[in-house]
């Protein structure tokens, strides 16, 4: 009985979670993605999923790099089927200050097995929390003991790179690639968002930061595509150009 | 007995240091003075047990960050408590923010950790310390209570509730927990103490560290080394009036570094070494800071440098095995790598870099999760290392990286720190001392790189 109340709490929790990271997804068009669409992934989820298992219980820091957002929710999805960890989501916010203390305030009275942060890449003031990270990282290994995943995207990973060089040093990293016609997928549903947004002019300010990272989305996903030496057919073309 | 792969895992994770006096630490510890030209540790032990036990002696000591600093200065602690010194070792981080540390910080810092280390010896009650330091607390506490309280009522400091006795420890304790995370207290703090720093200085020698060492004396111990570690992650960010933050601390302010009446080691950032101002820095400390140099892996003509590699190696293989003898190691090596030759290119290519060769390693076990390791997975992953790497890089960058491929040698200016810092470029040290630079093995093969 415990038991299963137990496993409906890690439900619960893990929908919150889930719908917390899923912000980029237009609800009512929720593409139904085949498993082909994963399967280039999977590898990358299981290496993820055994280094967790292999590291609860003690510091480690893993780098997951991913550019999309929604591919990153479900790759969280897939990820808790393929593992027992029970890995708790962290969500940063804009206006977050530090990671440490951000980390510390969420772990603080509620232990897990493992942590997944993301949205580093909207933080707004990144070098410098990236550089007190770097400062405080002796306190990362002292106090969490359990294997946190960082989620960066290309462009935090240089930053990440100067501006915390030591703290970076520790990690270890799992690249996760998007297929080409999924690409085109996000790229056409993130376009349509972004209208959608710009249209709805009242709900302009709440959702600007949904804009604002689904731009360099756009912006990720069109060079991407570009250096595959893949050509947009015109009606997309058009589109990423208003955007 | 069969490799524990998830054993083998957790021993090359890059973030844990080793402790040598864990035991289980102790057997993944590989001595590498020998390859590192000259015997740096026991340079700086022989520098306090046998050319000054009596006389304080001060030091600086420097390298790569994680090529083995905190590692070897807990080995020199260990040396220096079996040669018969009372040794208090901590890290500045813990008490200070290190992106704004200032000479009172530091003080309070180091009389803090050597107080609470003798715990239990009874000095006497430090009447001068002790003034300091309430004055220090009164200061800190109008600034919490402000304009409601006319007459802010405060404890005293240093008393903690169960024992009515002062404790220095406690005190400064007190003191740094407020101000360790709060700029406008800390800078209230250095405006009260900064113009008593010639005074707490000597508060701190005549009432804390001669007493502690005429004790420690009686109980036998030769004398008092004092190491801190991590002061070498003072950043180089500027102070309010324009001064980088190393300079002022190292150079600026370096009388009262100097001053302590005990053996001291401090830590300090490498990229001073590279300053402009560094003569200024040599010329003020009695000796010339001690690089920990990296690991040779190759000479500076290119060629193998076997000795670098055997250790290298070795590093490896006792983290898959850490119970067997380095020969029974090399026997069974076949079961953690498909060849010898992708082992000899993991050490290579880390350029002896201790942490780094601990990463590509442990990512390499992550992405195989199965033994033995095969190369091609190495090389991915190199190339993706060497990706990461050059996402950084400017293009005046790599015009400089292609004079230190070339020369050897870096010149000492901003973008050659960044280099430094970046571990974009390593130095070595020859077999008679003399220093030498090369880019980082990761780097060598970039296009880049290439002569145009």
């Avoid at chain 1, 992934?41 to 929604?70: D, M, P, Q, T």
């Avoid at chain 2, 076949?334 to 290119?345: C, G, I, M, P, Q």
């Avoid at chain 2, 601990?358 to 990706?387: C, D, F, G, M, V």
Wanted: hydrophobic share 40%; with cysteine.
């Amino acid at each position: 009985m415990s038991e299963e109340m137990k496993e409906q709490g890690d439900m619960e929790t893990r929908r919150q979670g889930e719908k917390e990271i899923d912000i980029s997804t237009p609800s009512p068009h929720l593409p139904i993605l085949p498993y082909s669409h994963l399967s280039s992934n999977e590898e990358g989820l299981e290496e993820l999923a055994w280094s967790l298992e292999a590291s609860v219980g003690e510091f480690k820091l893993i780098l997951a790099r991913c550019n999309y957002l929604r591919l990153r929710s479900r790759l969280v999805k897939r990820l808790r089927q393929m593992t027992d960890v029970d890995v708790r989501i962290l969500n940063l916010k804009r206006t977050d200050k530090t990671l440490y203390g951000t980390i510390d305030e969420e772990v603080k009275d509620n232990p897990n097995d493992a942590l997944m942060v993301f949205y580093l890449e909207s933080v707004h003031n990144l070098k410098q929390v990236l550089s007190a990270t770097n400062q405080v990282r002796e306190e990362f290994r002292k106090r969490f003991n359990f294997p946190v995943v960082l989620w960066v995207t290309d462009d935090v990973l240089p930053q990440l790179v100067r501006s915390a060089s030591d703290f970076e040093s520790w990690a270890t990293t799992t690249e996760f690639a998007i297929a080409t016609d999924e690409l085109i997928t996000t790229l056409k549903e993130d376009t349509d968002a972004l209208f959608a947004t710009a249209l709805a002019a009242d709900a302009y300010c709440l959702g600007w930061q949904m804009g604002y990272l689904r731009r360099r989305e756009v912006i990720t996903a069109l060079q991407d595509l570009q250096g595959r030496g893949h050509e947009l057919e015109h009606a997309l073309k058009a589109r990423v150009e208003f955007v | 007995m069969s490799i524990d792969l998830r054993k083998f895992f957790q021993a090359t994770n890059p973030s844990k240091t080793l402790a040598i006096e864990n035991a289980e630490d102790q057997k993944y510890y590989i001595d590498f003075s020998s390859v590192r030209g000259g015997k740096i540790i026991e340079e700086l032990r022989d520098n306090i047990t046998f050319f000054s036990p009596e006389e304080p002696t001060c030091v600086l000591f420097t390298g790569h960050i994680g090529c083995g600093k905190s590692t070897e200065l807990l080995r020199l602690k260990m040396e220096l408590e079996e040669e018969g010194f009372y040794v208090v070792y901590f890290e500045s981080s813990e008490d200070m923010e290190m992106a704004d540390v200032d000479i009172a910080d530091f003080l309070l810092s180091v009389a803090r950790r050597v107080s609470q280390s003798l715990n239990d010896m009874s000095l006497d009650e430090p009447s001068l310390l002790k003034e300091l330091l309430q004055g220090a607390w009164r200061v800190l506490n109008a600034e919490v209570v402000g304009m409601k309280a006319k007459i802010p009522v405060i404890g005293d400091v240093g008393v903690s509730s169960d024992k009515d006795k002062f404790s220095l420890a406690f005190g400064i304790g007190q003191i740094t927990a407020k101000t360790k995370d709060d700029a406008t207290l800390r800078g209230r703090l250095n405006q009260y103490l900064g113009p008593q720093k010639t005074k707490l200085l000597e508060a701190i020698n005549s009432e804390l560290l001669e007493p502690a060492v005429e004790k420690l004396k009686q109980q036998g111990y030769i004398g008092l080394v004092v190491i801190v570690d991590n002061l070498d992650r003072v950043d180089s960010r500027a102070k309010s009036w324009g001064r980088p933050q190393q300079e002022y601390l190292f150079i600026d302010q370096s009388e009262y570094l100097t001053k302590l009446q005990c053996h001291v080691v401090y830590t300090m950032p490498l990229a001073l070494k590279f300053s402009n101002d560094y003569g200024n820095l040599t010329q003020r400390f009695p000796e010339d800071p001690k690089v920990l140099p990296m690991v040779s892996v190759e000479l500076p003509d290119g060629s193998i440098f076997e000795p670098g590699m055997v250790l290298l190696r070795q590093m490896v293989l006792a983290r898959a095995f850490p119970d067997l003898n380095p020969q029974q190691r090399l026997h069974r090596m076949t079961e953690v790598f498909d060849d010898a030759k992708s082992l000899d290119r993991l050490c290579q290519v880390s350029g002896g870099h201790v942490r780094d060769l601990l990463r590509l390693l442990n990512n390499w076990i992550q992405r195989e999760r199965k033994l033995p390791l095969s190369r091609e997975t190495l090389e991915a992953l190199i190339r993706y290392r060497r990706n990461e790497m050059t996402m950084q890089i400017s293009d005046d960058e790599w015009e400089l990286l292609r004079q230190v491929k070339k020369r050897k040698k870096v010149r000492g200016d901003l973008e050659y720190q960044a280099l430094i810092h970046s571990r974009l470029v390593f130095e070595y040290r020859d077999a008679g001392g003399e220093s030498w630079f090369d880019i980082n093995p990761i780097l060598a093969e970039a296009s880049e790189l290439e002569e145009g």
